[in-house]
């Protein structure tokens, strides 16, 4: 199970970084060509707090997300491998030189 989490992290993290970067590079694009066709000086007074506001609420998401995937990611490998261990401890191991059946194996 932890190969498909794994996995669907791994394409949350990519996803949202792509959709991230390419809101950045639209909104701030824009607002360049809008701010040098303008030439406005009070448009961009207007402008920079809500645009700068966007680029921190984008550059968080765009790499928040991916360290968090990566650090869940680490959790699911850290859990699977400590149950595959406990798993692996309680089988009991057959001894290679028994060649005789016990009673319950005779039925």
Same mark, same amino acid.
């Given at each position: 199970?932890?190969?498909?989490? %794994?996995?669907?992290?791994?394409?949350?993290?990519?996803? @949202?970084f792509?959709w991230?970067?390419?809101?950045?590079?639209?909104?701030?694009? *824009?607002?360049?060509?809008?701010?040098?066709?303008?030439?406005?000086?009070?448009?961009?007074?207007?402008?920079?707090?809500?645009? &700068?506001?966007?680029? &921190? &609420?984008? %550059?968080g998401?765009?790499?928040? @997300?991916?360290?968090?995937?990566?650090?869940?990611?680490?959790?699911? *490998?850290? %859990?699977?491998?400590?149950?595959?261990?406990?798993?692996?401890?309680?089988? @009991?191991? &057959?001894?290679?030189?028994?060649?005789?059946?016990?009673?319950?194996?005779?039925?």
């Amino acid at each position: 199970m932890d190969p498909t989490i %794994v996995e669907w992290l791994g394409t949350l993290s990519s996803t @949202v970084f792509a959709w991230s970067l390419g809101a950045f590079l639209v909104i701030n694009g *824009a607002a360049a060509v809008v701010f040098m066709l303008r030439r406005d000086r009070g448009l961009v007074n207007r402008w920079t707090g809500r645009i &700068l506001a966007a680029d &921190l &609420l984008l %550059v968080g998401t765009g790499l928040g @997300v991916p360290v968090v995937a990566s650090m869940a990611k680490l959790t699911v *490998a850290a %859990v699977s491998s400590s149950f595959a261990g406990s798993r692996m401890s309680a089988e @009991v191991p &057959l001894d290679a030189g028994a060649t005789e059946l016990t009673p319950a194996m005779r039925r």
